[in-house]
């Protein structure tokens, strides 16, 4: 095997997601999911130490009975940096994508991870870890 083939590989192989223990896999059907998961977060730097984030949660579940009423920024020890309520049902838009503006995070912290959560069951599902810019 060329050297450039395996710096390809080697390469494809980094850069590709790494699943953890503590990260679910994505539910496969409606009735399979419990938890709200968190599909897709950016963070953007305000300024300072705020941070604005656009979040993209499913939760195909969605009724006006039970639905993904929240989403959050937490730190590596269980920190909340910000929340935002949903207050009503997005069961016509799925997935669908809300922001968090003016996050205040510490100076030295460089990742969050963003979780949402199911007005029954609370907070689970996917979350993702989003390495803030400019850190």
Request: overall charge positive; charged content about 25%; glycine content about 10%.
């Amino acid at each position: 095997m060329k050297l450039s083939t395996i710096g390809f590989i080697l390469a494809a192989t980094l850069a590709a997601p790494i699943p953890t223990p503590n990260t679910p896999a994505l539910a496969q059907t409606a009735s399979q999911q419990k938890y709200p998961d968190v599909v897709k977060a950016k963070a953007t730097p305000r300024g300072g130490n705020r941070f604005d984030f656009d979040v993209t949660v499913s939760s195909p579940y969605d009724t006006p009975q039970r639905y993904a009423d929240a989403f959050r920024v937490v730190g590596a020890k269980g920190q909340v940096y910000g929340e935002r309520k949903l207050l009503h049902d997005h069961a016509g838009e799925q997935p669908f994508t809300r922001d968090l503006y003016g996050v205040s995070i510490p100076a030295g912290v460089r990742r969050v991870t963003v979780e949402a959560r199911d007005q029954r069951y609370g907070y689970g599902g996917r979350k993702l870890e989003v390495a803030l810019p400019g850190r």
